[in-house]
């Protein structure tokens, strides 16, 4: 029942630079640039029934814009998104391969194989973006309760943080 938070991971955007130039519209610095009239049917998003990140997004920007702004720049969202995908994990996999140029995304979503593949995808984490914890944890009855601990305090370490920042996520630790 309980958990470490080992790194800090923002929400946010990710894109596709060259389907963005190919179609006019600018890179995007915040949650506005998804409402540009050129990414029309050009934005990927999963339903945030269907994803916690996705409802979390949904949630800020309730919060920051308020109920009737911010539900009617969401009906906005809505006709501008061209797939709600399965799993929010399949956004970037999307706009990785071009099919969509922007979507709403974490960066480990993307870190561990769109990036590291070599596609051109970017993120940005816009100025109200949230930041979450990544938990960790040790299974109760896990088979290698040693191990496991030495991973998750290998995590906690200078050169486990640094992993996690070259894959653009925020060190937990100073």
Same mark, same amino acid.
């Given at each position: %029942?309980? $958990?470490?938070?080992?790194?800090?991971? #923002?929400? @946010?955007?990710?894109?596709?630079?060259?389907?963005?130039?190919?179609?006019?519209?600018?890179?995007?610095?915040? $949650?506005?640039?998804?409402?540009? #009239? /050129?990414?029309?049917?050009?934005?990927?998003?999963? !339903? #945030?029934?269907?994803?916690?990140?996705?409802?979390?997004?949904?949630?800020?920007?309730?919060?920051?814009? @308020?109920?009737?702004? @911010? $539900?009617? $720049?969401?009906?906005?969202?809505?006709?501008?998104?061209?797939?709600?995908?399965?799993?929010?994990?399949?956004?970037?996999?999307?706009?990785?391969?071009?099919?969509?140029?922007?979507?709403?995304?974490?960066?480990?979503?993307?870190?561990? =194989? =769109?990036?590291?593949? %070599?596609?051109?995808?970017?993120?940005?984490? #816009? /100025?109200? !973006?949230?930041?979450?914890?990544?938990?960790?944890?040790?299974?109760? @009855?896990?088979?290698?309760?040693?191990?496991?601990?030495?991973?998750? =305090?290998?995590?906690?370490?200078?050169?486990?943080? /640094?992993?996690?920042?070259?894959?653009?996520?925020?060190?937990?630790?100073?």
């Amino acid at each position: %029942g309980f $958990w470490i938070g080992t790194a800090l991971e #923002p929400y @946010g955007l990710v894109y596709h630079p060259r389907l963005l130039r190919r179609l006019g519209a600018p890179e995007p610095k915040d $949650w506005e640039a998804l409402l540009h #009239p /050129k990414l029309k049917g050009n934005v990927a998003q999963c !339903a #945030p029934t269907r994803s916690s990140s996705s409802h979390a997004t949904y949630e800020i920007i309730l919060q920051v814009q @308020g109920e009737q702004r @911010g $539900w009617e $720049w969401l009906r906005k969202l809505g006709g501008h998104t061209g797939i709600f995908t399965a799993r929010s994990r399949d956004v970037p996999s999307v706009v990785a391969k071009g099919e969509f140029a922007a979507g709403f995304a974490v960066p480990s979503y993307m870190a561990f =194989e =769109e990036v590291l593949a %070599g596609f051109d995808i970017k993120f940005v984490a #816009p /100025k109200n !973006a949230f930041v979450t914890p990544e938990p960790m944890a040790i299974l109760a @009855g896990a088979k290698h309760p040693k191990a496991a601990r030495a991973f998750v =305090e290998f995590l906690l370490t200078e050169r486990g943080q /640094k992993v996690f920042m070259e894959r653009g996520l925020f060190p937990i630790t100073p």
